[in-house]
Nanobody, 126 residues
Framework: VQLQASGGGLVQAGDSLRLSCAASGRTFSNYRMGWFRQVPGKEREFVAAISWKDGMSYYADYADSVRGRFSISRDNAKKSVHLQMNSLKLADTAVYYC?????????????????WGQGTLVTVSS
């Protein structure tokens, strides 16, 4: 599985940004997908995750720091996952990574994702 993240950039506090992640793989709809972020000198941290529930329903989970501002979604036909980020704060500045696991269920743990994209930089200025 290969992941390609895009959509990062420089924005001002309060602005919105949408990250996208394109994935390869034949069974994308079954993959657990997640977004993490990392700033220099700190560990990679969980942002959001989405996993298949049943039918066309999915579970989603968010870090407390982004809950209510960020929204994760997926398009299985296009094998892509998106992170809509609203009301961005200076603290959201980081490199954002798309991650995937060939298993169901949600996870906030870095070690429970098998595949990682290259990262896309989001910089929020005042």
């Amino acid at each position: 599985v290969q992941l390609q993240a895009s959509g990062g950039g420089l924005v001002q506090a309060g602005d919105s940004l949408r990250l996208s992640c394109a994935a390869s793989g034949r069974t994308f709809s079954n993959y657990r997908m997640g977004w993490f972020r990392q700033v220099p000198g700190k560990e990679r941290e969980f942002v959001a995750a989405i996993s298949w529930k049943d039918g066309m329903s999915y579970y989603a989970d968010y870090a407390d720091s982004v809950r209510g501002r960020f929204s994760i979604s997926r398009d299985n036909a296009k094998k892509s996952v998106h992170l809509q980020m609203n009301s961005l704060k200076l603290a959201d500045t980081a490199v954002y990574y798309c991650a995937a696991a060939d298993m169901a269920g949600l996870s906030t743990r870095v070690g429970e994702y098998q595949y990682w994209g290259q990262g896309t930089l989001v910089t929020v200025s005042s």
